[in-house]
């Protein structure tokens, strides 16, 4: 690390963030998680740093997520635009959601709107099927993703 004085601090946002995260995936906090606001205080790469589970995780949604997202989503979800309300370049985002509220509930998919406009049993003229228009996912890689809010949402920033 080559800045060693940030060390110590971050050590103390990973512990916080892995304990809240621990209570995010325990606890049924759902409706009034803008509470969740809290874990995203800090990056969950910097808790990757210490944790090697978080490490696998961080990797895991840059292989098996990300490019899903920069292929399909990020172009009206992505950056500066947040169609729907909805940017999903950071956890933050992720967690706060657009105008239908949090996008992702951590730890319950089945319960996490990010999944919902996934799902292939939506209608093709459905306004909230995802993406609006062309193929929609495979199935692997909405398997991908609901991995990802499964185990934490774990991402760079
Ligand atoms: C071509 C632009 C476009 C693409 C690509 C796209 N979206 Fe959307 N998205 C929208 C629009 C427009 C809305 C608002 C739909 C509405 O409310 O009628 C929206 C809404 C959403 C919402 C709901 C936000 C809210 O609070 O209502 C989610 C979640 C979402 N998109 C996820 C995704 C995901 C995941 C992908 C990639 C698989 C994706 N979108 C790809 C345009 C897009």
Redesign the pocket.
Known sequence: MSRPTTVHVLRHFGLALAHLAVAAAVLPLSGCSGGAASPTAASPAAAASTNPQQAARLQFYRREVLP??QA??L???GGMNR????N?STRANLLQ?????P?VIIGRPEDS??LH??DPKLAADD??R????GDR?SAAQVAAIRKWVADGLVMDR
């Open positions: 899903t997202l399909n989503c172009r009206c979800h169609r729907g309300g909805f999903m959601g657009g105008k239908d509220g996008a709107l990010l406009v996934l306004p909230m995802m993406p609006p228009k996912l």
